[in-house]
Every structure is written in structure tokens, then in C-alpha cells.
């Protein structure tokens, strides 16, 4: 059974840093694409970033140059340092295989106050 389990989100003011991180398990994770995804409120769940088996990195627009994707193949687990946040980056994150989506995790909520 696949299970992704996401942490580090929180509550930080403007400007400031998170770093989350994804562990997943049940599929093989080191020839896989993975992607961190959020959701806003009212809004439909969108792509973040990319990072494939080979670590070649993919960003939105909205996020380019203030969010880093990363892995650790040895912990099967993906990160997102996320800086110089802003308020329109409050939702809930998650991360998932890019392609083939698994069961969906909890997220984890990030909220980014003015």
C-alpha cells in the first residue's frame, strides 16, 4: 500500500521560510518523478515543482526562484524549502508521484500571514 505522509508546514509571517518534507512508501521511489502540490482554499489543487529520478527540477511561475525541490533517495523522502513566502501561499500541501497519482496524503497546512 502506498502512503505518502507530509510535515513541516506551519504558521510564519511574510517573508519567512518552511521547509517540508514528503516520506513516502509502498512504490519504488527513486526511479519516480515526484511533485509537491497545494491547495487553496476554494481553489482547485495545483502543481508546485518537479524533481525527476535524475534530479532535473520543474517550478510554477508563481513560485520560481523562492521554492526548492529536493530528494534523498536513501529515505525515500522529497523536500520543498520554500522562502520569501507570501500570504497567496497559504493552502495545504502535499506531494505525490507526478505520474500515476497514489492515494492522496493529509497534507500538511502552510499559512503565511501579511
Known amino acids: 500500500q502506498v502512503q505518502l505522509v507530509e510535515s513541516g508546514g506551519g504558521l510564519v509571517q511574510a517573508g519567512g521560510s518552511l521547509r517540508l518534507s514528503c516520506a513516502a512508501s509502498g512504490r519504488i521511489f527513486s526511479g519516480s518523478t515526484m511533485g509537491w502540490y497545494r491547495r487553496a482554499p476554494g481553489n482547485q489543487r495545483e502543481l508546485v515543482a518537479t524533481i525527476s529520478s535524475g534530479g532535473s527540477t520543474k517550478y510554477a511561475d508563481s513560485v520560481k526562484g523562492r521554492f526548492t525541490i529536493s530528494r534523498d533517495n536513501a529515505k525515500n523522502t522529497v523536500y520543498l524549502q520554500m522562502n520569501s513566502l507570501k500570504p497567496e501561499d497559504t493552502a495545504v500541501y502535499y506531494c505525490?508521484?507526478?505520474?500515476?497519482?497514489?492515494?492522496w496524503g493529509q497534507g500538511t497546512q502552510v499559512t503565511v500571514s501579511s
Open positions: 505525490n508521484y507526478r505520474f500515476a497519482n497514489a492515494d
